[in-house]
């Protein structure tokens, strides 16, 4: 189901965000791409950052805090550096969506900590440790928040444990929550 991973190593470095972003806009932008036939992933074409969509930079990046000096003070700083695990699998994310049914994707609702408390869409690959995480726009419609490489055991651990949730239907808040 899941194709070979990118092998990096093999791509001009100066070249390498050309050659993920054809990837990504042949799987996203040039063609459309729906979950369960229905539900369009939209790739945000309209949020831009260094001329490519910032959904692109959520599927190759990673975000990095850091505390820094300034003055008398200390910040956090935020950036976000490239995440070559990402990087390298960019080409699953379409397949997993496309495949959600697969008995290889481990898919489950999650309701967020963030303001909003979204509720969104994991799907897992499980024995491949790799996650994509998309949210829902309109009746019809969705977007990519993000996707990465499971590198930490208690991240495993946790996912295993909402999938379970959400099986066993445990949790109120995400009665009645499915798309589809």
């Known amino acids: 189901m899941l194709p070979q991973i ?22 996203f932008i040039r063609t459309s791409t729906y ?7 939209n790739p945000r074409s309209d949020r831009k950052e260094d001329g490519k969509e910032s959904t692109f930079w959520h599927l190759t990046s990673r975000e990095q805090e850091r505390r820094v000096k300034r003055g008398n003070q200390w910040v956090i700083e935020k950036e976000r550096l490239p995440d070559y695990r990402r990087m390298e699998r960019i080409e699953w994310v379409r397949q997993i969506i496309v495949n959600h049914s697969n008995p290889a994707i481990k898919l489950f609702y999650h309701k ?17 440790d790799f996650v994509v995480i998309l949210q829902k726009l309109g009746r019809s419609s969705s977007f990519l928040v993000t996707s990465f490489y499971i590198d ?12 379970t ?13 499915e798309w589809f």
Do not use: V
């Open 165 to 177: 949730a959400y099986l066993n239907k445990s949790l109120p808040e995400l009665a009645g929550c």
């Open 112 to 128: 967020e900590t963030n303001k909003k408390q979204d509720i969104r869409l994991y799907l897992w690959a499980h024995a491949h």
């Open 6 to 27: 990118i092998a990096l190593g093999s791509i001009e470095a100066g070249q390498l965000f050309d050659y993920l972003y054809e990837c990504f806009s042949r799987d």
């Open 35 to 41: 979950l369960n036939g229905t539900i369009w992933i």
């Open 152 to 163: 930490h055991q208690g991240k495993r651990k946790d996912y295993e444990r909402r999938h």
